[in-house]
């Protein structure tokens, strides 16, 4: 028999994700403070795996940010919004990585503020000259031009750098975002030091074999 017209169609069965996939929606939830992990100490588990949780609090958080981008344009200007939604957006991120990205983006905005204003003032004078529309084509070409020309891109690019490293400082030192200070070269290098000793330890520890790639066939 059919089955009643209001009837739900049947579900399909979820996809069993594969390894990787597992792996790289972990470090996203990692990478935006979403997940939380433990050693797990039960007498059960002699190998003290790792068990992995949804961080419910930071995921309802998510919610917010509009609130907390609004507030840090009120707080610290367009820098202070622009650095809050770069830091939301990205998650955890370098300092430097963060400066870069609102720099390059405020400049883009001074720069696309700048040839809009000069396409208003060319259009409002050719409709005071009463001119045709080919020659307010012409005329709002040449203004951008020349805008762009006057524009000093590389003067507001090293003011907005120390600008934008002001307010990221003074957001950190009142903690609406939380920075940790960065690495040097000689100090990344131990840390990859150290992670190839673990790694070379691990390995030993399990044999040190690793799947070996299929050869194509000739």
């Not at 579900?11 to 996203?28: F, I, Q, S």
């Not at 005071?128 to 005329?139: C, D, I, R």
């Amino acid at each position: 028999t059919a089955p009643p017209p209001d009837a739900e169609p049947p579900r399909a069965a979820p996809r069993k994700l594969r390894p990787d996939e597992v792996r790289r929606a972990l470090l996203v939830l990692l990478q935006h403070n979403m997940l939380e992990v433990g050693l797990s100490l039960e007498e059960d588990n002699p190998d003290n795996s790792f068990y992995y949780s949804l961080s419910v609090e930071g995921a309802l958080s998510r919610m917010r940010f509009g609130k907390y981008v609004c507030r840090a344009g009120v707080l610290f200007g367009d820098e202070g919004s622009c650095i809050m939604e770069e830091v939301l957006v990205k998650g955890r991120c370098l300092r430097h990585q963060v400066l870069d990205a609102v720099v390059e983006r405020l400049v883009e905005k001074k720069r696309d503020t700048i040839l809009a204003e000069a396409d208003e003032q060319a259009v409002r004078e050719a409709e005071e000259a009463g001119v045709e529309e080919e020659e307010q084509e012409s005329m709002r070409a040449a203004a951008a031009e020349t805008a762009a020309a006057s524009f000093d891109e590389a003067g507001e690019r090293q003011r907005l750098q120390v600008s934008v490293a002001t307010v990221w400082d003074s957001m950190v030192y009142r903690r609406y975002i939380a920075g940790v200070p960065e690495l040097d070269e000689k100090q990344l290098a131990a840390q990859r030091k150290a992670k190839q000793r673990r790694e070379s330890k691990r390995n030993i520890a399990t044999g040190g074999t690793k799947r070996k790639a299929p050869e194509a066939d000739g």
